[in-house]
């Protein structure tokens, strides 16, 4: 069988001419589908049709454009081929005022929302730590949801000149429009993220010492389901949504509300951290009884100074194999 990304068979002999270093593309690549489409499991798919249409298009490469650059054009058509005709994707904050903490309501489809994405998939495992510490600002969530109310076009001159700090000549030549058009689209791009408070230019510092504890105590005070001492840790304006349900609670009162009344049922779970969007994470399984634990809901943190800013629960148990987790825990 021959590798797409190589041209190697299964007994690593090249069967074909081309390019030998395709799949080292791969996890740029990853992410910048995901800051584009805001779905993990989109983002793979994309990521996986650019490799199949380079490896039947090689023919036609004739190496007067760098490789890499290449692979974009295939990736953002791929990518815009996705989006045609679909509505945004978004967070449940994007989509209708607070709750008080009451009754769940219908859940919405899958493509209503913005997905976490494990960071190993779309971050550079080495580097500068500047480009790490900007690579990881522009996968949160809400820099992605942001992202979402860009048309394709605005979002994929956004993402390739302010987060892949591409020059504009090469995002002219890889979109096909003139320096003049990819700036003018770069200043609505812009303009619409002012007014979401989101900036792909600012770069949060790693976790301090003080940090790391609220994360330790926000972990102990879940699986004792101590609500009291969690929403503690909450800023006063703090918000928890978890799609796919349109929900979303603002304040620690109500975020207590909802977990000790439609929510009790998370008493007992068990949390194993994970690296998700370039913040704290963890996976909930949550008991089944008989000591056993079954997946639940993938929690994405949102830490601003001392206190907790925003809690995401996506409860798509899809997710648990996306970042190689078991299917259950032993107690």
Avoid: K
């Amino acid at each position: 069988m021959t590798d797409l990304a190589t041209g190697r068979d299964g007994d690593g002999d090249r069967t074909a001419p081309g390019p030998p270093d395709l799949e080292r593309y791969r996890t740029e690549l990853a992410g910048y589908c995901y800051r584009m489409l805001g779905s993990s499991f989109e983002a793979d798919d994309a990521v996986q049709e650019t490799m199949v249409r380079a490896w039947r298009g090689l023919d036609r490469f004739e190496g007067r454009a760098a490789l890499r650059s290449w692979l974009y054009r295939i990736a953002t058509n791929v990518c815009f081929d996705l989006l045609h005709g679909r509505t945004r994707r978004a967070l449940p904050m994007d989509l209708g005022p607070a709750g008080d903490g009451g009754a769940m309501t219908q859940p919405l489809p899958e493509a209503t929302w913005v997905e976490p994405i494990p960071d190993g998939r779309v971050l550079p495992a080495d580097g500068d730590p500047a480009e790490r510490a900007a690579a990881r600002e522009s996968i949160r969530l809400a820099f992605v949801a942001a992202l979402q109310l860009l048309p394709p076009r605005q979002r994929a001159v956004l993402i390739l000149r302010e987060v892949l700090r591409w020059r504009a000549a090469e995002v002219a030549d890889l979109l096909g429009r003139s320096v003049p058009s990819v700036n003018s689209a770069l200043q609505r791009a812009r303009a619409t993220l002012a007014g979401r408070g989101a900036d792909a230019s600012r770069h949060p510092a790693a976790l301090d010492e003080a940090q790391r504890d609220l994360v330790d105590r926000y972990i102990d005070a879940f699986e004792r389901y101590d609500i009291p001492r969690l929403v503690a840790l909450l800023h006063e304006d703090a918000t928890t949504n978890m799609p796919p349900y349109p929900l979303w609670w603002q304040g620690p009162e109500a975020i207590g509300r909802w977990m000790e009344g439609p929510g009790r049922g998370c008493r007992g779970s068990r949390l194993v951290q994970v690296e998700a969007n370039g913040v704290p994470s963890f996976a909930q399984y949550r008991s089944a009884g008989g000591g056993r634990y079954e997946p639940f809901a993938l929690h994405v943190l949102d830490i601003s100074g001392d206190r907790i800013a925003g809690i995401s629960d996506f409860l798509d148990t899809r997710l648990f194999a996306l970042f190689g987790l078991p299917d259950h825990l032993e107690d």
